[in-house]
């Protein structure tokens, strides 16, 4: 790889490395399992980098490839280490740590392709056909995931579901999260 390519890959890694990880996690409920999904990404966009230029959008490419690199992890289960004890997350300011906790489980509930389409569409903030293409499906599989999707957050979240009043998650999820 030419040293401007790796460079170009260096920025890009580096900046975009917290909002991967962090869209890992949302989707697999775990820090080291989504600092290793992440990892994986990365490698697997560094190995085709050179590449980059025949790619229509490196962001949505970025989403699939984590997408897949979590769905592979879930199916993979049995082959990693399953960590014993984990260290509770610190709320940022200003979000409600219980509604926080309560969101993350009930993601954890939903089955990897539905919670995918959740976070891609509601964290990452990528449109229907973005969040398609990142997923390698239809615009009507997105739907419909996201439609059962949010029908199962609300039944898993009763009173506190901050998605009551709305036909789509509201943008405050990411205060949320």
């Not at 960590?83 to 089955?111: E, H, N, Y």
């Not at 509601?122 to 615009?139: N, P, S």
Request: glycine residues 6%; positive net charge; hydrophobic residues 40%.
């Amino acid at each position: 790889m030419r040293s401007a390519d790796l460079e170009e890959f260096r920025g890009f890694a580096e900046d975009r490395l917290p909002h991967l990880r962090r869209t890992a996690y949302l989707m697999c409920g775990d820090w080291h399992h989504a600092e290793d999904i992440t990892q994986t990404a990365l490698t697997k966009l560094y190995a085709v980098w050179g590449r980059r230029h025949r790619i229509d959008n490196l962001e949505a490419y970025a989403h699939r490839v984590l997408t897949r690199a979590c769905i592979d992890h879930t199916r993979r289960r049995w082959r990693r280490e399953d960590p014993t004890s984990a260290l509770p997350d610190r709320a940022g300011p200003g979000a409600d740590p219980a509604l926080g906790l309560q969101v993350r489980a009930a993601l954890a509930v939903l089955p990897p392709r539905q919670r995918a389409v959740v976070v891609l569409r509601f964290w990452a903030d990528l449109d229907i056909k973005a969040t398609a293409k990142a997923l390698g499906c239809t615009v009507g599989t997105v739907k419909t995931h996201s439609s059962r999707a949010l029908t199962r957050l609300r039944e898993l979240l009763g009173e506190s579901d901050p998605f009551n009043e709305l036909s789509v998650a509201p943008a405050p999820l990411k205060e949320m999260l």
